[in-house]
């Protein structure tokens, strides 16, 4: 599973909402959001920005990136030369 849709539930979750609480607070359907989780929809970044706002959570948050040594981020570690 994606870190991403591990991440949403977490995050919906921890902040005592339910499916159909989030979709009224983002705007995003509640079923695309159930689907969103169950990888059954790849979300459009407009769709995981909502959510982000509503969850009140950075995207690097929602989606794992990291910044540390090994992480995912890109250009992280270059070698200067």
Same mark, same amino acid.
């Given at each position: 599973m994606h870190p991403m849709r591990t991440r949403l539930k977490e995050w919906r979750e921890k902040r005592g909402l339910t499916?159909?609480?989030?979709?009224?607070?983002s705007g995003v359907h509640y079923? !695309?959001?159930?689907?969103? $989780? #169950?990888?059954?929809?790849?979300p459009r970044l407009s769709t995981i920005l909502r959510l982000c706002q509503a969850l009140q959570v950075s995207? !690097?948050?929602?989606?794992? $990136? #990291?910044?540390?040594?090994?992480?995912?981020s890109h250009g992280a570690d270059t070698a200067k030369g």
């Amino acid at each position: 599973m994606h870190p991403m849709r591990t991440r949403l539930k977490e995050w919906r979750e921890k902040r005592g909402l339910t499916v159909r609480k989030l979709g009224d607070l983002s705007g995003v359907h509640y079923v !695309s959001i159930v689907k969103i $989780e #169950t990888e059954r929809l790849d979300p459009r970044l407009s769709t995981i920005l909502r959510l982000c706002q509503a969850l009140q959570v950075s995207l !690097s948050q929602l989606v794992g $990136e #990291t910044n540390k040594k090994g992480g995912a981020s890109h250009g992280a570690d270059t070698a200067k030369g």
